[in-house]
């Protein structure tokens, strides 16, 4: 899991406080007085990704296909500009002696989203636990996610989406198994 350090709230609403001070505004007027707090408070729940067991049973049956979850909700905030981006995650794998608990998919995904992130690293991040503490025959993940940094500010492409992918696996090194991936994320 990672590491991340202790929130300190009040340094957050400092810090939040001669933001709006930089920015021109009186953090002081009626409207302002408890942003300082709510910032801070709503910052620091963005960024506390919840640990989790993970729950894996044995694979019994032999089960050899493709696990899906698709369209997964995603928010995580851009570490470039500290604003949120959002979308959806499909995540899969193929099962080798363990089979996974099908929660467990949206609560990695979950972990790595809380903090500051770039999709690409996100992206792998998944994939590359998924690998590590399952041992399946192979991950793939794609998440599709429209970025507030581009769409509110810059070039302003207000519903471009961007698609991230990571694969491991067969289903890098098998063309056939790479393409059902794919096509049964809806991402062909």
């Known amino acids: ?15 939040v ?8 505004r009186d953090p002081a007027s009626p409207h302002l007085v408890e942003t300082p707090r709510r910032v801070a408070r709503s910052y620091a729940e963005l960024l506390a990704g ?13 089960y050899d296909e ?61 994939a590359d636990w998924l690998q590590e503490h ?8 794609v998440i599709e996610a429209e970025h507030l940094c581009m769409s509110l500010r810059g070039v302003r492409a207000t519903g471009a989406r961007t698609v991230t992918s990571a694969l491991h696996g067969v289903l890098r090194s098998d063309a056939r198994s790479r393409a059902e991936f794919f096509a049964l994320t809806g991402t062909t």
């Open 134 to 141: 399952l041992a399946p025959r192979g991950v793939g993940v």
């Open 1 to 15: 899991m990672r590491e991340t350090g202790a929130v300190d709230l009040l340094a957050a609403e400092a810090a």
């Open 50 to 62: 919840r640990q989790f067991d993970l729950t894996t049973f044995p694979n019994d049956e032999g």
């Open 66 to 126: 493709l696990v899906i979850a698709r369209d997964i909700p995603l928010q995580s905030l851009c570490e470039h500009h500290l604003l949120p981006f959002s979308g959806v995650a499909h995540i899969g794998y193929l099962p080798g002696a363990r089979i996974l608990g099908l929660s467990k998919l949206a609560r990695v995904l979950e972990l790595f989203a809380r903090d500051l992130q770039v999709q690409e690293r996100l992206t792998q991040q998944v």
């Open 17 to 24: 406080t001669a933001l709006l001070r930089a920015l021109g």
